[in-house]
Nanobody, 116 residues
Framework: QVQLVESGGGLVQPGGSLRLSCAASGFTLITYIMNWYRQTPGKERELVATITIGGRTTNYADSVKGRATISRDNAKNTVYLQMNSLKSEDTAVYYC?????????WGQGTQVTVSS
């Protein structure tokens, strides 16, 4: 069964940090472009970060640039999103996404709440 399972979300104070993980099962991530998205109620899902298959190229939304780092460990079949200097506007459900040609998989999401 193909699955992406996110973890690492939770409640964090403004200025704090979190590392989100996305573990794949049922397939190997190594040939997929990996993305992190986020969504808040009433808004469209926003692409936060992307990492290419080899991991050499990463891209970030302007809203997180300089505060987020996406990485992948193909040996562990896992992708990470390190978020620093968190702001209240980073509060959202974060989703992991794997994409290759016409194949696309989504995780169930993990809630990140930034609040004092």
């Amino acid at each position: 069964q193909v699955q992406l399972v996110e973890s690492g979300g939770g409640l964090v104070q403004p200025g704090g940090s979190l590392r989100l993980s996305c573990a794949a099962s049922g397939f190997t991530l190594i040939t997929y472009i990996m993305n992190w998205y986020r969504q808040t109620p009433g808004k469209e899902r926003e692409l936060v970060a992307t990492i290419t298959i080899g991991g050499r190229t990463t891209n970030y939304a302007d809203s997180v640039k300089g505060r987020a780092t996406i990485s992948r460990d193909n040996a562990k079949n896992t992708v990470y999103l390190q978020m620093n200097s968190l702001k209240s506007e980073d509060t959202a459900v974060y989703y992991c996404n794997a994409k290759k040609w016409d194949l696309e998989y989504w995780g169930q999401g993990t809630q990140v709440t930034v609040s004092s």
